[in-house]
């Protein structure tokens, strides 16, 4: 089992529509999590960190469910622009992070 | 503030070259890494350092070398290069990624060096 896993995708959804991803990891040691987002040919830039109580910034809502050890990601009212590939992130035993694969996302006019 | 530097940009070696990766930062952080991203295959920790002088083995060493003579610097060497290793490479650096257990800082990347080996 990969230690951290996502839906490639893609995932192509209207402008205008709500999108969620999801995530699972497999070291419940983590501790860290968040969620990246990938340009084509760019490096990650962090989009939102992910906090036990659930946190949101503008259109993005993140949640935590440490029990099943996943992670979510919904993204309302998409916008074109919100078209990339988004990354889950996981600290692995505080000394480094894994990353998944990746859920690529097109959002169509 | 330049954030995390990557040098060179761009770069085409023949089999059995050698060349060296160089990632800067300017923001004091401990921990330093080199991924390497394929096609399907996300990113995957080549070799990391968790301060000056320090250096640990990731998911995928075999091949590439490391030094972290200077806190600010992170190397990255290929001795002989191969197809196999070509890829894209990206820096990154962060403070702990946890303190006393819990999340702490996570990482900022470079720009990435795009490397084909013929």
């Known amino acids: 089992r990969k230690e951290v896993e996502q839906d490639p995708g893609p995932f192509n959804v209207p402008e205008g529509a709500t999108v969620a991803f999801n995530c699972t990891y497999s070291n419940s040691a983590s501790q860290s999590f968040f969620w990246y987002r990938q340009d084509c040919r760019k490096e990650p830039k962090l989009l939102m960190s992910?906090?036990?109580s659930g946190n949101e910034d503008g259109r993005f809502t993140a949640q935590l469910n440490r029990a099943s050890q996943y992670i979510s990601l919904l993204i309302r009212d998409s916008k074109l622009s919100d078209s990339a590939t988004y990354l889950c992130v996981v600290d692995n035993y505080g000394q480094n992070f894994v990353f998944g694969p990746g859920t690529r996302l097109s959002v169509l006019p | 503030n330049a954030g995390v530097t990557q040098t060179p940009k761009f770069r085409v070696l023949k089999t059995g070259q050698s060349m060296t990766l160089l990632c800067a930062q300017d923001m004091n952080h401990e921990y330093m890494y080199w991924y390497r991203q394929d096609p399907g295959m996300g990113l995957r920790l080549i070799h990391y350092s968790v301060g000056e002088g320090t250096t640990a083995k990731g998911e995928v060493p075999d091949g590439y070398n490391v030094s972290r003579l200077k806190k600010q610097n992170f190397l990255l060497g290929l001795e002989s290069a191969a197809p196999s290793q070509t890829s894209v490479y990206f820096c990154?650096?962060?403070?702990?990624?946890?303190?006393?257990?819990?999340?702490?800082?996570?990482?900022?990347f470079g720009p990435g060096t795009r490397l084909t080996v013929l």
């Open positions: 992910v906090y036990s």
């Open positions: 990154a650096s962060s403070l702990r990624p946890t303190i006393a257990g819990k999340s702490a800082d996570t990482q900022y």
